[in-house]
T-cell receptor, first 113, second 113 residues
């Protein structure tokens, strides 16, 4: 089963609104990464947050990490139509999975102009 | 740098045929991996490599072989294609480990009839 699970599965908002996506995972991690995938394209790395960090910012992106709840959230502020994409979280199990990076099933974000 | 390149972009196979999906990177990355992505789903790890001459299985390795004779190249071989292998295949690389930023190729769309 996937280490990371995102919710919601799909999110539709208007341009200018904020979008929040959540990721839950099951085991101890070193860090958690967020990726974006535009339709028909490869994944692009957005942000990495380490297990000893609680919040990280990059432009209009804000990521939080709560290791006690094994969850992370990605907030996109002032969304634009160009933010329409699928967003995935990815984790590496600190204890058991060696060099495997596991992706969640993603949140499909649609930003309507 | 070209980054991570994949060929072909699209391929149609008949059941039982074999083929090799090519992946190359010019960033001198040690870690390379192959994922498959099925409709509406996240990525599932097929095989990965932590350096030339070293490969290991991921979550869904059956029906696929890999080799890593050079740092730059990481081909994925389908031994006897099956309709269940219809998918989009992504190759990714990172500097050293699965815990770092992954750089993805554009993907190969494979249809097995």
């Amino acid at each position: 089963s996937q280490q990371g699970e995102e919710d919601p599965q799909a999110l539709s908002i208007q341009e200018g609104e904020n979008a929040t996506m959540n990721c839950s995972y099951k085991t101890s991690i070193n860090n958690l990464q967020w990726y974006r995938q535009n339709s028909g394209r490869g994944l692009v790395h957005l942000i990495l947050i380490r297990s000893n960090e609680r919040e990280k910012h990059s432009g209009r992106l804000r990521v939080t990490l709560d290791t006690s709840k094994k969850s992370s959230s990605l907030l996109i502020t002032a969304s634009r139509a160009a933010d329409t994409a699928s967003y995935f979280c990815a984790t590496r199990d600190k204890e058991t999975s060696g060099s495997r990076l596991t992706f969640g099933e993603g949140t499909q974000l649609t930003v309507n102009p | 740098n070209a980054g991570v390149t994949q060929t072909p972009k699209f391929q149609v196979l008949k059941t039982g045929q074999s083929m090799t999906l090519q992946c190359a990177q010019d960033m001198n990355h040690e870690y390379m991996s192959w994922y498959r992505q099925d409709p509406g789903m996240g990525l599932r790890l097929i095989h990965y490599s932590v350096g030339a001459g070293i490969t290991d299985q991921g979550e869904v390795p059956n029906g696929y072989n890999v080799s890593r004779s050079t740092t730059e190249d990481f081909p994925l071989r389908l031994l006897s294609a099956a309709p269940s292998q219809t998918s989009v295949y992504f190759c990714a690389s990172s500097r050293q480990t699965a815990s770092e930023t992954q750089y993805f190729g554009p993907g190969t769309r494979l249809l097995v009839l």
